[in-house]
């Protein structure tokens, strides 16, 4: 059979009549359209935790980088002059009140203590001449027996008599002084620096010569940190809104952090604010005083100080997991009154403990998300739950870090504020 009439029994074998054909394409096209979509469903709305915000006041925590300083230094100088001749303390270590650090050479100020001593009895031995010779001359001259000059120069030589003893007895007093100074005690208890001059040297009470070392007492101690003119202008700012109070006669706590980050156990209170500004530096100092009975903090050493005492009332604050920052600034997840996710611009304030101060952007009965919100969009619906329902509190475990503290902020500069979740 010729190929082109077996090609076209093929076709109509495999494909059937052309009417065929067009009879099973319509019946297909029927039952796809008549195949209705089903309907998508919305997806159900996702649960997030939710923290209600209620003012509250809570305390205000400055900290400060703040360095240690004796609470009284002496230094220590020769007060006559004459040789060194010992050294009696171990320099470098703790000396008590009244013990002997230095001892110049005696000699020559016990010599002058004799002669001074030689010097009154013999003013004494001229005073008891003058008052014998008076005693006679006196009774004459009352019978007329001597004459009134006599007797007046008898009472001159008593006084001046009497004048001579008591310089000579300061002679002595200065004599005997001059050699106490000989024998340099430690006026203060307090740690002891290096001597600066050795045995046998010559000292004098001034000049580069009479320097011999200091003693600075450590308990208690002073803590010194400063504070700048745009911190205190935004101090003062805050106070005069109403969202800082001072405490009252500025009876300020200081509790300081060691440089390896534990906490000091010692609490000081403030005792000095200087009232004027330093010209070179546009800062006030600021004094703490600590006890320090073990001696653990000497004097140049740094620290951190957290200044207490002052409350900021009704403070919107957060958990500071549920703000994010972002390049125009920090925001939060709030839930509306159709339970729907909103985002906040918020500015925040300072830190207490893990929650941030929120100046702007809350108002009291907002409901911020605190866990929940990485994978949520503007305007979607949510299932809010409470914060305090989600977790029950747990006790916090002894020892525990409190969080970090709030610094005084800087207008001039944006504090580093910590990464977003």
Same mark, same amino acid.
């Not at 009352?142 to 001159?156: F, P, V, Y």
């Not at 000049?207 to 803590?223: E, K, M, R």
């Not at 549920?322 to 985002?343: F, L, P």
């Given at each position: ?7 076209? %029994? ?42 209600? %915000? ?20 002496? &230094? ?44 009154? &009895? ?44 008591? &310089? ?18 430690? =006026? ?58 001072? =405490? ?96 906040? =611009? ?45 977790? =029950? ?29």
């Amino acid at each position: 059979m010729p190929s082109g009439k077996q090609s076209g %029994i093929r076709r109509t074998f495999l494909f059937g009549s052309p009417v065929i054909c067009a009879g099973l394409f319509f019946l297909f096209f029927t039952a796809a359209c008549g195949k209705k979509e089903a309907p998508k469903t919305a997806p159900p709305p996702q649960e997030v935790t939710v923290l209600s %915000i209620t003012p509250k006041t809570v305390p205000a925590t400055f900290e400060f980088v703040a360095q240690a300083e004796s609470s009284h230094q002496v &230094e220590i100088v020769a007060r006559v002059s004459g040789f060194l001749e010992k050294i009696l303390y171990r320099e470098g270590e703790v000396v008590k009140e009244g013990q002997v650090m230095f001892q110049m050479d005696q000699k020559p100020f016990q010599a002058q203590v004799n002669a001074a001593k030689g010097e009154v &009895e013999n003013r004494k031995a001229q005073l008891w001449t003058a008052q014998a010779s008076l005693n006679r001359i006196k009774p004459l001259a009352e019978q007329d027996a001597a004459s009134k000059s006599d007797l007046d120069n008898a009472i001159g030589n008593v006084k001046s008599a009497e004048a001579g003893v008591f &310089e000579a007895q300061a002679r002595l007093d200065k004599a005997q002084l001059d050699l106490g100074y000989t024998v340099i005690r430690s =006026p203060v208890t307090g740690v002891s620096s290096k001597a600066l001059l050795r045995e046998g040297a010559y000292l004098q009470p001034s000049g580069t010569t009479s320097q011999l070392t200091y003693v600075a007492q450590l308990n208690p101690i002073w803590i010194d940190f400063t504070i700048s003119q745009n911190q205190r202008a935004f101090l003062g700012e805050e106070v005069r809104r109403g969202r800082l109070v001072l =405490p009252k006669d500025q009876a300020y706590e200081v509790e300081l952090e060691l440089s390896d980050g534990n906490r000091y156990p010692f609490k000081g209170k403030v005792n000095f604010a200087d009232p004027s500004f330093s010209k070179e530096t546009g800062t006030f100092l600021v004094r703490a005083e600590v006890p320090n009975p073990k001696q653990e903090l000497r004097p140049g050493m740094f620290v951190k100080a957290f200044m207490k005492g002052a409350v900021r009332p009704n403070a919107m604050v957060v958990p500071q997991k549920a703000v994010q920052q972002t390049a125009n600034g920090h925001t939060v997840y709030v839930v509306t009154a159709k339970d729907q996710a909103e985002i906040r =611009p918020v500015v925040v304030g300072e830190w207490v403990g893990t929650d941030w101060i929120i100046n702007q952007g809350l108002k009291a009965g907002d409901r911020v998300i605190v866990e929940g919100f990485q994978r949520l969009a503007p305007g979607a619906p949510v299932k809010p739950i409470s914060a305090e329902s989600a977790a =029950p509190p747990q006790a916090d475990k002894p020892g525990a870090s409190a969080g970090k503290t709030s610094t005084v902020p800087d207008p001039a500069a944006k504090p580093a504020k910590p990464a977003a979740k």
